[in-house]
């Protein structure tokens, strides 16, 4: 994941930028890969006079546990995993959750942020109340997430760069990790998905294509993923309004604008969704109500 200038920000105002930033890999350039194995570099900006000029690369668990435990830390905020938000009811303000072994439970809560990606549970039941026209479009393409691993114990390529291999309507986006490996992601029409169905297929279709990551990862585990991995679909959407016509549900992150993840925006417009929040909760002297309607 590339946490840009936008999300870094944002996690410094709560003091948690450094931290995630000790687990993350900084990225100067764009590095384009062409069929014949030759590459280009196209940096982000003029790091001789700007050395902030970066993207950092980081890995989602370890994002994930940095703010897990930045958030346990408090004594105002109660985690409850494997908890999938049922419906509010906001005349009795109880909120009905499911639970991963299927009891239902209730909770008494007076607001609700939904920060609960694409297919947003929260942004459904809003729908069923408010006046929320959303556009929602599934992209032709397809992706699927490929491991490069480290080569003799360092990485296979240089490592400060965003790599990718850009053919026309397809791509390959790879980001370096601190064990050395990288994550990289297959981006395709479904129709070719659908073509690579055997083995031979697959091999062909790297070594036309891809040849260096072939060479990287090796046929068998270019094989083994494809079995073993089912491509999953891209989907934007934009809602016309975040907000409850009565300032009690927010809408923030994906569950309100969800874009394609080459775009490498969706996170950083997400930590920054909580910077303007949490600035609007200042402005209304924490009064949620006033701020969700500001937020609007």
């Known amino acids: 994941m590339a946490l840009s200038r936008r999300g870094h920000d944002s996690l410094a105002y709560i003091n948690c930028a450094e931290m995630i930033a000790n687990t993350g890999v900084p990225l100067y350039a764009r590095m384009m890969h062409d069929e014949n194995g030759h590459t280009c570099a196209f940096p982000y900006g003029p790091y001789e006079k700007d050395p902030n000029h970066m993207i950092l690369s980081v890995e989602r668990d370890a994002l994930s546990k940095c703010l897990l435990d930045e958030a346990s830390k408090s004594s105002n905020i109660t985690i409850h995993f494997e908890h999938k938000f049922i419906s509010w009811n906001r005349d009795t303000k109880e909120a009905l959750f499911c639970t991963s072994s ?92 659908d073509s690579l ?41 934009k809602c016309s309004t975040y907000v409850s016509s009565a300032g009690d549900m927010l809408l923030m992150g994906d569950a309100a604008h969800s874009m394609a993840p080459f775009y490498a925006q969706g996170m950083n417009a997400a930590f920054e969704d909580c910077l303007v929040l949490f600035e609007t909760l200042k402005q209304t002297n924490f009064d949620f109500q006033k701020a969700f309607i500001a937020y609007k």
């Open 102 to 193: 299927g009891t239902q439970v209730k909770f008494n809560v007076d607001f609700i942020i939904g920060f609960d990606g694409s297919y947003s549970s929260v942004r459904a039941a809003m729908m069923k109340t408010e006046k929320i026209n959303l556009t929602q479009e599934y992209l032709d393409l397809y992706y699927m997430e490929i491991n490069i691993p480290a080569k003799d114990g360092q990485f296979a390529m240089p490592e400060n760069y965003l790599h990718i291999w850009p053919r026309h309507k397809f791509v390959i986006i790879a980001s370096p990790n601190q064990d050395k490996s990288f994550n990289a992601t297959l981006i395709l029409p479904i129709s070719m998905f």
């Open 197 to 237: 169905s055997t083995s031979e297929e697959v091999l062909q279709f790297f070594q036309q294509y891809f040849p260096d990551v072939l060479s990287f990862i090796g046929s068998d585990e270019i094989i083994k993923t494809f079995r073993s991995s089912t491509p999953r679909p891209l989907i934007t959407i």
